[in-house]
């Protein structure tokens, strides 16, 4: 029940109790990313007067919730529910779950829940730190549906990136200031299985990459890698309204890229491997070393593959894949390899060395949000998320 309320034009102010009703408006407002200013116009009032019933200050005229409601597709329903809006994120076109396999392993229902409120969050801190919300990253790119299209996209996003051949020591601020969201959060245990899983934005042509941090660095670099390669072919994908890669049998044997048939997951692998791993790099550092293939100790692989940050198994394959490895020591290899894993629960081989920022771009924007009074109470429940979701911060 409506209580303590006194009407004002067209506008009531209201108790406390009713704020939830402002916050609900901003949440759909944002869940459909647009400015106080946009939305204003689309309902004809001013910014200011949204604003205030967005901050709790006043309840919503009949004329305005109706107006609310036809323009963000809700019911009156949805604005007045005590709980958290029904019209998620995550159900609409401008943050779309990114899939490329026709059997995708669907997240469980609280990873989705937990990724919507972190999402949410994210908009919320870009919103109130007044920054852009584009990502400076092209993330939709023509190649050629092989195995070669995919090194030349890899390549090609590299020089994007303006890293070219060199080895890159922290890949999440690279992509973070290239505009891009990298998460890290412990995934709940339904959804173990899970290394990564990852969110387009078409009105934005950005994305949210959220990474298990259950998983050790490695193999969250090659997941952040993975999923990227995914969203380039997706959108290219939907852009040509076609599948691209033809559909593949499996059981076919994996020791040569030559025979074996491309699929959209297969191709977002050897994107990921030649954007983390450059043919020319990789085998300028064999060159230097003078390494030949039937010359390698695992002391040598676990050393060399620490200056590119990916976990043992990945190097091993990236160099029987440009044949700098013989047959006899991948094989070798690869079964110690796996013993290891089974003996230390799946920990890499001689350790983890690599450096990356977890989380850096969120709390930067949270840290500067604390310092803006308007923001305060919008900053605690944001605050409230990260404990919840257990958010990895340096």
């Not at 019933?53 to 009156?76: D, F, H, M, Q």
């Not at 990136?161 to 601020?173: I, P, R, S, W």
């Not at 890290?184 to 042509?205: G, M, N, T, V, W």
């Not at 290219?236 to 074996?260: E, H, K, Y």
Request: a positive charge; hydrophobic letters at 40%.
């Amino acid at each position: 029940m409506l209580t303590t309320t006194k009407p004002y034009g067209s506008f009531i102010y209201m108790n406390d109790n009713l704020k939830f009703i402002g916050k609900n408006i901003r949440f759909l407002r944002r869940s459909r990313n647009l400015t106080l200013l946009q939305l204003a116009s689309k309902i004809g009032i001013r910014e200011g007067p949204l604003g205030r019933i967005e901050r709790g200050l006043n309840l919503p005229s009949a004329s305005v919730i109706y107006k609310l409601t036809k323009e963000l597709g809700i019911s009156a329903d949805t604005i007045f529910s005590s709980k958290a809006p029904q019209t998620s994120i995550l159900e609409r076109d401008n943050a779309s779950f990114v899939s490329i396999s026709p059997h995708p392993l669907i997240p469980p229902k609280n990873l989705l829940t937990a990724c919507q409120a972190i999402m949410a969050s994210f908009h919320a801190l870009e919103d109130i730190c007044g920054v852009q919300k584009y990502a400076y990253l092209p993330l939709s790119q023509a190649f050629e549906p092989n195995y070669e299209g995919m090194e030349q996209l890899a390549d090609r996003i590299r020089i994007y990136l303006g890293t070219g051949n060199a080895v890159v020591f922290d890949y999440f601020e690279l992509f973070e200031n290239h505009g891009l969201r990298i998460i890290l959060f412990p995934f709940a245990r339904a959804a173990a299985k899970l290394s990564s899983i990852s969110f387009y934005e078409p009105d934005f042509h950005n994305a949210f990459f959220f990474l298990n941090s259950r998983r050790n660095p490695e193999k969250q670099l090659f997941s952040l890698s993975l999923e990227l390669g995914k969203i380039l072919i997706l959108n290219q994908m939907r852009t040509s309204n076609a599948a691209l890669f033809p559909v593949t049998t499996p059981g076919l044997p994996d020791n040569s890229r030559d025979i074996r048939p491309i699929n959209p997951e297969r191709a977002a692998k050897r994107f990921a491997a030649t954007f983390l791993m450059p043919e020319k790099t990789i085998r300028s550092t064999v060159g230097q070393l003078g390494i030949s293939p039937e010359n390698w100790s695992w002391e040598l692989l676990l050393r060399i593959k620490h200056r590119f940050g990916i976990s043992t198994e990945a190097f091993l394959y990236r160099l029987r894949e440009l044949e700098l490895i013989s047959d006899s020591l991948t094989q070798r290899f690869k079964e110690k390899i796996n013993t290891f894993y089974v003996q230390t629960n799946y920990s890499e081989p001689g350790a983890s060395r690599r450096c990356l920022t977890p989380n850096g771009r969120f709390f930067d924007l949270l840290l500067t949000a604390k310092g803006i009074k308007s923001a305060c109470q919008e900053v605690d429940g944001i605050k409230e998320m990260v404990k919840e979701t257990k958010m990895i911060n340096i």
